[in-house]
T-cell receptor, first 111, second 114 residues
Framework: GDSVTQMEGPVTLSEEAFLTINCTYTATGYPSLFWYVQYPGEGLQLLLKATKADDKGSNKGFEATYRKETTSFHLEKGSVQVSDSAVYFCALSGGSYIPTFGRGTSLIVHP | DGGITQSPKYLFRKEGQNVTLSCEQNLNHDAMYWYRQDPGQGLRLIYYSQIVNDFQKGDIAEGYSVSREKKESFPLTVTSAQKNPTAFYLC?????????????FGQGTRLTVV
């Protein structure tokens, strides 16, 4: 079945550092890929998405490129802020049409 | 404003009790989902529904039940058969079971067994 694997956290960075959170997936066919963000005590919010190979999703300085050849969708940001501290979930929606999520990666940004 | 409303935000259950978590959406979405979130385990699918009066079991349906009598509502009952119900429960919806559409989430209900 479909699955998503993302790097374990927490990821701890200083403000203005470069961020990468790795995500790889297993799915049949050509899934759509998503990154969601969860702030403490809240639900998930969509951060960005890509629906086909080589698409780049971007939002609020975050980017991720759909790499079919490596089955990856790594999240990047050039300069993180304290307000980016949250849990980030990689997800896919494939042949079953049901959103499937990774385990989440906690990001902590220090001033 | 359109969105998904979960209630209550916090819920305490005694051993052996059934409790029902509410989920209402005014986004006119066809598909609705219930996920359970435990620390370090991500989101696990409990039940989902594509249309009114139809729902399917997810990966961890044992000890849970749902109904979908109205398009807007998808309540989840945690029964006494669920051995470890303490968790954060998230309800979500999407336009349809379409892989290109994102899911919209409620704020969650934190259930604690006392």
């Amino acid at each position: 079945g479909d699955s998503v694997t993302q790097m374990e956290g927490p990821v701890t960075l200083s403000e203005e550092a470069f961020l990468t959170i790795n995500c790889t997936y297993t799915a049949t066919g050509y899934p759509s890929l998503f990154w969601y963000v969860q702030y403490p005590g809240e639900g998930l919010q969509l951060l960005l998405k890509a629906t086909k190979a080589d698409d780049k999703g971007s939002n609020k300085g975050f980017e991720a490129t759909y790499r079919k050849e490596t089955t990856s969708f790594h999240l990047e940001k050039g300069s993180v802020q304290v307000s980016d501290s949250a849990v980030y979930f990689c997800a896919l929606s494939g042949g079953s049409y049901i959103p499937t999520f990774g385990r989440g990666t906690s990001l902590i940004v220090h001033p | 404003d359109g969105g998904i409303t979960q209630s209550p935000k916090y819920l305490f259950r005694k051993e052996g009790q059934n409790v029902t978590l509410s989920c209402e959406q005014n986004l006119n979405h066809d598909a609705m989902y219930w996920y359970r979130q435990d620390p370090g385990q991500g989101l696990r699918l409990i039940y989902y529904s594509q249309i009114v009066n139809d729902f399917q079991k997810g990966d961890i349906a044992e000890g849970y039940s749902v109904s979908r009598e109205k398009k807007e509502s998808f309540p989840l009952t945690v029964t006494s058969a669920q051995k470890n119900p303490t968790a954060f429960y998230l309800c979500a919806s999407s336009i349809s079971l379409n892989p290109n559409t994102e899911a919209f989430f409620g704020q969650g209900t934190r259930l604690t067994v006392v």
